[in-house]
Structure formats: C-alpha cells, structure tokens
C-alpha cells in the first residue's frame, strides 16, 4: 500500500496566484485531514472530512477551500496565494474518529513570494 | 489559548541513556486522547504513542512510554535506551472528546527537538 501521497512535493507561487494540493489514501480511511506547519512550530489543522462529501473547518480555514468527492482524494484549494501561506502542507487520514492514530502524507513546501 | 504546552525546545541525551519529553495540556473536557508524533529531518510524521484519558495504566510501546498524571494534566514521553535514529523533533497533541467522539480537532504542541549524542 501506498498510504498517503500527496503532490506536489515542493511548489513556488506568485502572490495571488492559485493552486491544488493533491491527497490520496488508499487505506479506506474515511476521515482525512489536512494540515499547515509553520516553521518552528507544531501543526494546525485547516480542514477535514468525515466521508465523501462531508468537509468542515478545522482551526485555520481562512484562504483555503476543501472538497471529497470520493473517498480516497481529498484536495485543498488555494486561492489567491498570499505570504502567510508560505508553510509546510500535510495531509492525513485516519480509519476513524477517537482515538485512532492518524497517517501522515509526506508533506508538500508551499513558498508564496 | 494554548492548549498544548512543550516547554523543551531543544533536548540532549547520550546515546542508550533514557530521555523525557514534557508535555502538558489544558482542558476541561473529562474525555481526551494524546498522542506523540515524530518528526524526522525527512519530514513525514510517524505516530509513536497514544494514551486516553479514561485508561488507568501508561501506555507503552517499545521504547515509547507515556507518564500520565492526569491530575498535573501532563503527559511526558519517555524514551529508553535512546538510539542514534531518535534524533528528531517530537510533538505532543491532543484530542477533545467533547459531544463523543465527534471532534476532529486536534491540537498539537510547538515540538522539542531531540539530539542524541553518540
């Protein structure tokens, strides 16, 4: 199995530019994550699903935009690229909710200048 | 406010001695989860640990124990035996129960950083 895999691995963008980050899981996890880590700092979550058509804001939504139209993708959208979302991306699914462990993408390094 | 506190930005242990990693949180919610993550220099996060607030005894695996003192609302990791390849920032996080098991929303701590010294 694949896990989690996320596209692309590094990208630059242009201030108000827009772009799709990619994330697949093959697992059948229902419930996907995505998440921003800041340099220095710990992980704040910016949407999740709980199955296919089911997505809710997480801590930090704002710029960003989510869909799950199958169970195993689960894209997140930027719009208009701005310097605060310079960051490091993670996607992440889990088989459920509780206490089960999330699985972790390898992270894509989004530069924004 | 911050809900996971890691006071330990950086930490240093010899290898094979064993090393703790603080970590405390704050919550009114009687149901909780908290898990550590590693987080090599390769970046990918690996999931070490998880301890529920409900279970009475530290959870352990391997190498990896959790120090649960619910009433100090701590939850330190330990690492025994510490190996040249624990290197790595570790992160704690934490999971309200609140409503059920319906929240999603979880928490994480700023990360220590963790060198082990051959």
């Known amino acids: 199995n694949a896990g989690v895999t996320q596209t692309p691995k590094f990208r630059i963008l242009k201030i108000g530019q827009s772009m799709t980050l990619q994330c697949t899981q093959d697992?059948?996890?229902?419930?996907m994550y995505w998440y921003r880590q800041d340099p220095g700092m710990g992980l704040k979550l910016i949407y999740y699903s709980v199955g296919a058509g089911i997505t809710d804001k997480g801590e930090v939504p704002n710029g960003y935009n989510v869909s799950r139209s199958t169970t195993e993708d689960f894209p997140l959208r930027l719009e208009l690229a701005a310097p605060s979302q310079t960051s490091v991306y993670f996607c992440a699914s889990s088989y459920s909710k509780g206490d089960y462990e999330q699985y972790f993408g390898p992270g894509t390094r989004l530069t924004v200048t | 406010a911050q809900k996971i506190t890691q006071t330990q930005p950086g930490m240093f242990v010899q290898e094979k001695e064993a090393v703790t990693l603080d970590c405390t949180y704050d919550?009114?919610?009687?149901?909780?989860?908290l898990f550590w993550y590693k987080q090599p220099s390769s970046g990918e996060m690996i999931f070490l640990i998880y301890?529920?607030?409900?279970?009475?005894q530290n959870a352990t695996e391997g190498r990896y124990s959790l120090n649960f003192q619910k009433a100090r609302k701590s939850a330190n990791l330990v690492i025994s035996a510490s190996q040249l390849g624990d290197s790595a920032m570790y992160f704690c996080a934490m999971r309200e129960f609140r409503g059920g098991y319906n929240n999603n929303d979880m928490r994480f701590g700023a990360g220590t950083r963790l060198t082990v010294k051959p």
């Open positions: 697992m059948n996890h229902n419930y």
């Open positions: 919550t009114s919610d009687q149901s909780y989860g």
């Open positions: 301890q529920g607030s409900y279970d009475e």
